[in-house]
């Protein structure tokens, strides 16, 4: 009882500290991409799913508010940025191939885009979700921070986006592989293309792990995909409004 009750205190008072939080949230990432690699990045052994999931359940378990993990987490989220920028690099190295292939990008990128927007809002509106799950729906394939923006903007509630943007990047993350090899796609740019227009950020980390052309034509899909939903979201909405 005593060790029962010594445990309890210290886990009182290490989880009232943002470094635990950040710390955690690193290792179990790292502990699941050591599980992913193990598996031979296998789409269905997804690194952010695993630590989603043991991260959710850490929390719900130990009953710690949100706000307490993100008080840590709040670090990563900002290194989002950085990282982000960072996929400036691979698009330089490959610059040749992006600009021998600007013309099909600049083809599927609207295509993409509007298919998105378009099948999320009107396949919610035929099986009658109300209008707030809708405006959060709407800009669910681009990276967080601009999909929490647009939501904002036109009446959405950016938590709720948020979370159908993870959801929306998980899914395509586990089925891009496997749907483009059954589709017999094997340019590992058009691949990438499309995971990073359909899933964001996680489906360019799918592209990165799979083929390093693949991720480059992935982060260009996200940056330019993220600058047209931003303009074609209330378009799409005022529309059907």
Do not use: C
């Amino acid at each position: 009882m005593t060790g029962g009750a010594s445990f309890f205190e210290l886990w009182v008072y290490l989880s009232a500290s943002p470094l635990l939080w950040l710390t955690l949230t690193i290792g179990v990432f790292l502990l699941a991409r050591r599980i992913a690699q193990a598996s031979g990045n296998h789409p269905l052994v997804n690194p952010i799913l695993l630590s989603i999931t043991v991260l959710v359940l850490l929390l719900w378990g130990t009953g710690t508010p949100y706000a307490t993990f993100f008080a840590g987490a709040q670090f990563v989220h900002f290194m989002l940025g950085p990282a982000t920028v960072a996929l400036a690099v691979p698009l330089w190295r490959n610059r040749a191939l992006v600009g021998s292939m600007l013309a099909p990008v600049l083809l599927a990128l609207p295509a993409g885009a509007l298919t998105a927007v378009v099948s999320a809002v009107g396949l919610g509106s035929v099986f009658g979700v109300p209008e707030p799950l809708l405006l959060a729906l709407a800009p669910k394939s681009v990276t967080a921070g601009i999909a929490m923006g647009i939501a904002g903007e036109i009446g959405g509630d950016p938590a709720l986006t948020a979370v159908f943007v993870i959801a929306t990047g998980i899914i395509g993350a586990i089925l891009v592989t496997p749907l483009m090899n059954a589709l017999g796609i094997r340019d590992y740019a058009a691949r990438g293309f499309a995971a990073g227009l359909a899933s964001h950020g996680i489906g360019t980390a799918r592209a990165f792990q799979v083929d390093g052309v693949a991720g480059t034509f992935a982060g260009l899909a996200m940056a330019l995909n993220g600058l047209l939903t931003a303009l074609l979201v209330p378009v799409v909405v005022g529309f059907l409004r």
